[in-house]
């Protein structure tokens, strides 16, 4: 019974983190409540379907690592919970990609939570993370994928090296951006402020998909510009910017997802919040979820 009421509380959670991402507005090239960013093929309706698709594919995999150390066997059961999690995405997403990359990020960190049974502990969270992701999984599918064929042209890592690595960009950038950001600033505000972060310092495969290297770079000098000039008015002017050179940037939204969660688990621990009630803060605002 502690492991379903803890594994149910951890998928809980991060379906909330992936809900709060989305409806954070306004986010640059990024669907969110006001537009559907750089993509025509997306929506705030079809973002928070399927999120809330993922919820059994976030406990399953908590289930499978429940106060078990990582071996092959469970990571390669872990990649399957993923790669079955992505059907059911696509099929409520009508074959649109919404968050493939958040079930591998987020799905680990679940794993890694669950492994020590709900606690959350940093650095430990991201390196129990990073073991279980560099496991050799010999069911993974040979087809390319966005991210690879980025690796490939630019030999730039992505998502999967960003876990291996035990998440860098979330230890060295997002996650005390957000901590000290909060400390100033608005819910929201400390939110959008470390999304940024993210855009500025991260190798977004996603912004090099759709631009290239020099679609890149014009991002994140874009995105430093704001940081020395934040405002909610410059914020929306990055967005018709972003989208302007169809730029979005998807790896730095998975991240700040993922440090939401983390953050939010945290939090729960220590406020001994009800399990089942899992609060969203959108916009300085709470509501039930």
Same mark, same amino acid.
């Given at each position: 019974?502690?492991?379903?009421?803890? !594994?149910?509380?951890?998928?809980?959670?991060?379906?909330?983190?992936?809900?709060?991402?989305?409806?954070?507005?306004?986010?640059?090239?990024?669907? =969110?409540?006001?537009?559907? $960013?750089?993509?025509? =093929? #997306?929506?705030?309706?079809?973002?928070?379907?399927?999120?809330?698709? @993922?919820?059994?594919? /976030?406990? &399953?995999?908590?289930?499978?690592?429940?106060?078990? &150390?990582?071996?092959?066997?469970?990571?390669?059961? /872990?990649?399957?919970?993923?790669?079955?999690?992505?059907?059911?995405? /696509?099929?409520?997403?009508?074959?649109?990609?919404?968050?493939?990359?958040?079930?591998? %990020?987020? $799905?680990?960190? !679940? %794993?890694?939570?669950?492994?020590?049974?709900?606690?959350?502990?940093?650095?430990?969270?991201?390196?129990?993370?990073?073991? #279980?992701?560099?496991?050799?999984?010999?069911? +993974?599918?040979?087809?390319?994928?966005?991210?690879?064929?980025?690796?490939?042209?630019?030999?730039?890592?992505?998502?999967?090296?960003?876990?291996? &690595?035990?998440?860098?960009?979330?230890?060295?950038?997002?996650?005390?951006?957000?901590?000290?950001?909060?400390?100033?600033?608005?819910?929201?505000?400390?939110?959008?402020?470390?999304? #940024?972060?993210? +855009?500025?310092?991260?190798? =977004?495969? !996603?912004? @090099?998909?759709?631009? $290239?290297?020099?679609? @890149?770079?014009?991002?994140? &000098?874009?995105?430093?510009?704001? @940081?020395?000039? /934040?405002?909610?008015?410059?914020?929306?002017?990055? =967005?018709?910017?972003?989208?302007?050179?169809?730029?979005?940037? $998807?790896? %730095?939204?998975?991240?700040?997802?993922?440090?939401?969660?983390?953050?939010?688990?945290?939090?729960?621990?220590?406020?001994?919040?009800?399990?089942?009630?899992?609060?969203?803060?959108?916009?300085?605002?709470?509501?039930?979820?």
């Amino acid at each position: 019974m502690k492991q379903h009421v803890i !594994c149910k509380r951890i998928a809980d959670e991060a379906v909330a983190a992936l809900i709060e991402e989305v409806q954070l507005t306004p986010k640059p090239g990024l669907v =969110d409540t006001e537009n559907n $960013g750089a993509h025509h =093929d #997306l929506s705030l309706t079809k973002m928070q379907n399927s999120a809330h698709s @993922l919820h059994n594919t /976030f406990y &399953q995999m908590a289930m499978l690592s429940f106060d078990r &150390q990582p071996t092959v066997e469970i990571r390669e059961q /872990f990649g399957a919970i993923g790669r079955y999690g992505e059907k059911e995405m /696509f099929a409520v997403t009508e074959n649109s990609n919404t968050h493939k990359g958040a079930i591998w %990020s987020i $799905g680990l960190l !679940c %794993s890694a939570i669950a492994r020590r049974q709900g606690q959350v502990l940093f650095p430990q969270v991201f390196n129990d993370a990073a073991e #279980l992701a560099n496991l050799p999984d010999q069911y +993974i599918p040979k087809s390319k994928t966005n991210g690879s064929k980025v690796k490939e042209n630019y030999g730039i890592p992505g998502a999967r090296e960003e876990a291996q &690595q035990a998440f860098p960009h979330i230890q060295k950038f997002s996650l005390p951006a957000f901590l000290q950001a909060a400390q100033r600033m608005s819910l929201r505000d400390a939110k959008l402020h470390t999304l #940024l972060v993210l +855009i500025a310092n991260l190798n =977004d495969t !996603c912004l @090099l998909h759709r631009g $290239g290297l020099e679609g @890149l770079e014009f991002a994140k &000098q874009e995105a430093k510009k704001l @940081l020395t000039n /934040f405002s909610i008015s410059n914020m929306k002017k990055l =967005d018709e910017l972003y989208i302007k050179h169809w730029l979005s940037p $998807g790896g %730095s939204a998975d991240l700040l997802a993922a440090t939401l969660f983390v953050i939010n688990m945290s939090d729960k621990l220590k406020r001994g919040a009800q399990h089942g009630k899992v609060e969203l803060h959108v916009s300085g605002k709470s509501s039930g979820y």
